[in-house]
């Protein structure tokens, strides 16, 4: 049911079609950074993308310089600094967002909020005066409070369309998958299964309940994997010692979901992925569920899978953190 990331160099189709529907041009913003270089490298090597604006304050001639002498379609340009935000983001039909700056050992997502909620706010703010019609991946943590705030500055600015903003939540999806293949004996790759809620600690709700194929765990083995899927940005965190956090793989589930929407847009069908976004299945007002894309964004959300009695348990831990997250993201744009 879920999509996966299909990008082998095999699969690089070397003729490239000219017509408008065939183009999509997808910018990055925060492209220098750990997340943003390897994702931008994975949307290059992508048939599908025929246009990569690569957006940092930092070292995107470099980065751009690089990547465009792979033998792929995608024309890659590099803008760099404040002053040309707003050509990187012209007409763009996707944007991904990693910029930001990512934790240290002993930090929450949430204590990046002063920091990265500013960054968001303003390409937010760009997005609506050069893409409006954009479908939106942000990667930036809080991303619990990061999504809520480019919703806010869209609707200042009178542009906002809930179905084209989400929340990048896919590497929560890929760590279960990984997990759950190891402890079951799977392929990592036959495994699929809905993480819902949001995207720190314990808003993360991975539902092994309707892993496929079905797993057999006993509750505590259950409750340890949960556990190390709600934790295991922090597992990384704490192996890197200071030096920054999941990176790698999060350009994997970054490439993975920016492509899904790439597919959505080309008309590609029955595209699914969970994701952070504008929702009323539960009481919090974002919250993240399978999704079916399509060339405008959310097609269809559908909606809370089936639960047993611990994710149950798991979603209403998740409600209240999820409530303040927003509430603070919607309250800086107000104040802001
Ligand atoms: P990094 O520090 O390596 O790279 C961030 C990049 O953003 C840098 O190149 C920096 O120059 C750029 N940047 C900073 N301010 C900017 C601005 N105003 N406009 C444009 N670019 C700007 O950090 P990394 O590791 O790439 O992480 C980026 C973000 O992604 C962090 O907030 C991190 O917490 C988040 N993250 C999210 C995950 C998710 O599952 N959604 C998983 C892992 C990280």
């Given at each position: 049911m879920f999509s996966r990331l299909s990008i082998g160099v095999a699969q690089v189709v070397r003729t490239f079609s000219t017509s408008s529907q065939n183009?999509?041009?997808?910018?990055?913003?925060?492209?220098?950074?750990?997340?943003?270089?390897?994702?931008?490298?994975?949307?290059?090597?992508?048939?599908?993308?025929?246009?990569?604006?690569?957006?940092?304050i930092v070292h995107t001639p470099g980065v751009a310089a690089d990547l465009s002498h792979i033998d792929t379609p995608a024309v890659v340009r590099g803008f760099n600094g404040a002053d040309n935000l707003d050509a990187a983001?012209?007409?763009?039909?996707?944007?991904?967002?990693?910029?930001?700056?990512?934790?240290?050992?002993?930090?929450?997502?949430?204590?990046?909020?002063?920091?990265?909620?500013?960054?968001?706010?303003?390409?937010?703010?760009?997005?609506?005066?050069?893409?409006?019609?954009?479908?939106?991946?942000?990667?930036?943590?809080?991303?619990?409070?990061?999504?809520p705030i480019a919703s806010e500055v869209l609707k200042k600015a009178?542009?906002?369309?809930?179905n084209r903003i989400f929340g990048v939540s896919t590497l929560d999806i890929v760590r279960a998958c990984a997990f759950i293949g190891e402890a079951a004996g799977h392929n990592p790759l036959d495994?699929?299964?809905?993480?819902?809620?949001?995207?720190?600690?314990?808003?993360?709700?991975?539902l092994l309940s309707n892993c496929k194929p079905a797993v057999n765990f006993p509750e505590s083995q259950v409750k340890q994997l949960s556990e190390r899927?709600?934790?295991?940005?922090?597992?990384?965190?704490?192996?890197?010692?200071?030096?920054?956090?999941?990176?790698?793989?999060?350009?994997?589930?970054?490439?993975?979901?920016a492509l899904s929407l790439v597919r959505a847009i080309?008309?590609?069908?029955?595209?699914?992925?969970?994701?952070?976004?504008?929702?009323?299945?539960?009481?919090a007002t974002y919250?993240?569920?399978?999704l079916r894309l399509g060339p405008n964004g959310i097609e269809e959300?559908?909606?809370?899978?089936?639960?047993?009695?611990?994710?149950?348990?798991?979603?209403?831990?998740?409600?209240?953190?999820?409530?303040?997250?927003i509430k603070k993201g919607e309250e800086f744009v107000l104040k802001n």
């Open positions: 183009n999509v041009k997808v910018a990055v913003c925060g492209a220098s950074g750990g997340i943003g270089q390897p994702l931008s490298l994975l949307l290059k090597q992508s048939p599908l993308v025929t246009q990569l604006h690569l957006y940092d983001l012209k007409d763009a039909q996707v944007v991904i967002i990693p910029a930001g700056v990512p934790r240290k050992p002993g930090m929450t997502r949430d204590d990046l909020f002063n920091t990265n909620a500013g960054v968001v706010r303003d390409i937010a703010a760009a997005i609506s005066r050069n893409c409006p019609k954009a479908l939106v991946g942000i990667i930036t943590n809080p991303v619990n409070s990061c999504v009178g542009c906002y369309d809930a495994v699929t299964i809905p993480v819902i809620g949001g995207h720190s600690g314990v808003t993360i709700i991975p899927i709600q934790e295991a940005g922090t597992e990384v965190v704490k192996a890197k010692a200071g030096a920054g956090s999941a990176t790698l793989s999060m350009a994997y589930a970054g490439a993975r979901f080309k008309g590609e069908k029955n595209i699914i992925e969970c994701a952070y976004v504008r929702s009323n299945v539960t009481e919250f993240s569920t399978p959300n559908l909606g809370l899978p089936k639960l047993n009695a611990f994710e149950q348990g798991l979603l209403k831990a998740a409600i209240p953190e999820l409530k303040t997250n």
